[in-house]
């Protein structure tokens, strides 16, 4: 009976899923499963009979397990039986790995052996520290998207507050400008009353005493009938550009090849002077301010006439979609714009030649620009020295009507 209980106990400890190992009280293995096998490397008949300080205890803690067993022995003190513990085992191919076991003692007569279950956890601590690399990791990246929203926060409240700057800059703008064009509105309108008293007396002094004066007398009676008009000229531009942008316009259905042959009209006497010739594609219906874009127009084809070269001025009109918008062209035969002034003819009072070479005011250009943005659109050109010009202005393409508003509609066409 007393052998068949020990032949089921060693079956029940050969199929454990835990290595199981006896050693006697000096040591030796004399009890060695299968489980032990294969988490140690070596053989139930290769282990049985050595020393168990030679096969799975790494050599730096061979005379710690040594001394702990001689200790008991002698004492009955053995802190490590009898409870759950880790160490560091050693397989029969060198590599150390972890290991958690319980070690019991076990009386025979006057002598002790020493029995211990023992299980494999080198991946249960390999996944711990990879757990800990992670929380580490993500530690370090919650510090660091912690610093990251810090300088986020302070963006977005430097943004806000630059966004703020720059609508207080551009409402100050806006009104430095709605100022400005009604200074130069008041001051222009004002200037034209003492202007015409200028002129009228000094045409009056030309011809009352046109030859009873020296020559002198009479080339500066010449000049200053000149700058007069030139004055009224430059005046009456400015009152202009001062409109365009004050007045509230109205956009409306607007026939631009009906309107082309109205403007194509009023250079009747330009066509006939040059022998210009001003051609155009059929146009769009657009919804537009139909006396601005006239203005705007007069003033390209005008440009176009006068900065011809030696051949007889062409000026063509046309226009092609493109997106939510609809781009017109004025292209002309003259003299070109070189490349570094294509954004300077634009601003107001910029001009290329001096009056001697070519009349105008300098506003001309400044003006198409602005009725340009009143319509949502924008103004460019195109052009070598020599070559011609294209100038380009876009409208977008509107549907349905939009609100009719009062505003001053003023005509006339600018020299630019």
């Known amino acids: 009976m007393l052998r068949s209980g020990e032949e ?7 199929k ?26 070596w053989t139930r008949r290769e282990a ?10 790494p050599p730096g803690m061979r005379d710690a397990h040594l001394n702990g067993i001689q200790r008991f022995i002698e004492t009955g003190a053995g802190p490590v039986l009898n409870r759950r513990i880790e160490m560091t085992a050693m397989h029969r191919d060198g590599h150390e790995f972890s290991v958690e076991m319980v070690i019991s003692p076990i009386r025979h007569g006057g002598t002790y052996s020493f029995c211990a279950f023992l299980h494999d956890i080198s991946q249960r601590r ?6 800990e690399e992670d929380v580490k990791v993500i530690g370090e990246r ?8 810090k300088i986020m926060i302070s963006l977005m409240e430097d943004l806000r507050e630059s966004e703020e700057k720059i609508k207080k800059t551009a409402a100050e703008l806006e009104r430095s400008n709605k100022e400005l064009e009604q200074f130069a509105y ?5 200037l034209q009353e003492p202007l015409r008293k200028i002129s009228s007396f000094t045409q009056l002094l030309a011809q009352r005493y046109a030859g009873r004066l020296d020559k002198d007398a009479d080339e500066f009676i010449g000049y200053v009938v000149d700058g007069a008009k030139r004055m009224r000229d430059l005046i009456e531009d400015l ?9 509230e316009i109205a956009f409306e259905r607007t026939d631009m090849t009906e309107l082309m042959g109205q403007i194509t009209a009023l250079f009747d006497v330009d066509r006939a002077i040059t022998a210009a010739e001003i051609t155009h594609d059929p146009l769009p219906t657009v919804r537009a ?3 601005l874009i006239r203005q705007l127009l007069q003033n390209l084809i005008s440009n176009g006439i006068k900065f011809h070269g030696d051949s007889p001025p062409r000026v063509h009109v046309s226009a092609s979609r493109k997106g939510g918008e609809w781009i017109f062209s004025v292209r002309d035969n003259g003299i070109g714009i070189e490349s570094q002034f294509h954004d300077r003819i634009f601003e107001i009072f910029k001009r290329l030649h001096t009056t001697e070479e070519f009349s105008g005011t300098g506003i001309g250009l400044a003006v198409c620009k602005k009725i340009a943005e009143r319509h949502g659109g924008r103004i460019w050109v195109e052009s070598t020295p020599g070559g011609g010009s294209t100038f380009y202005f876009s409208i977008p393409a509107r549907e349905g009507a939009a609100a009719d508003v009062s505003g001053d509609k003023s005509e006339g066409g600018v020299r630019s």
């Open 8 to 14: 089921r106990t060693r079956l029940i400890l050969e």
């Open 16 to 41: 454990s899923f835990n290595a199981f190992i006896s050693i006697d009280a000096t040591g030796v293995i004399t009890e060695w499963n299968a489980q032990a096998e294969s988490t140690f490397g």
């Open 48 to 57: 049985i009979g050595q020393k168990l300080a030679d096969t799975l205890i």
């Open 126 to 131: 390999a996944a711990a520290r990879r757990l």
């Open 142 to 149: 919650n510090q660091e998207l912690g610093r990251q929203q």
């Open 186 to 190: 008041i001051a222009s309108h004002d």
């Open 239 to 247: 009152l202009t550009y001062s409109r365009v942008g004050r007045a």
């Open 289 to 291: 301010n139909p006396l």
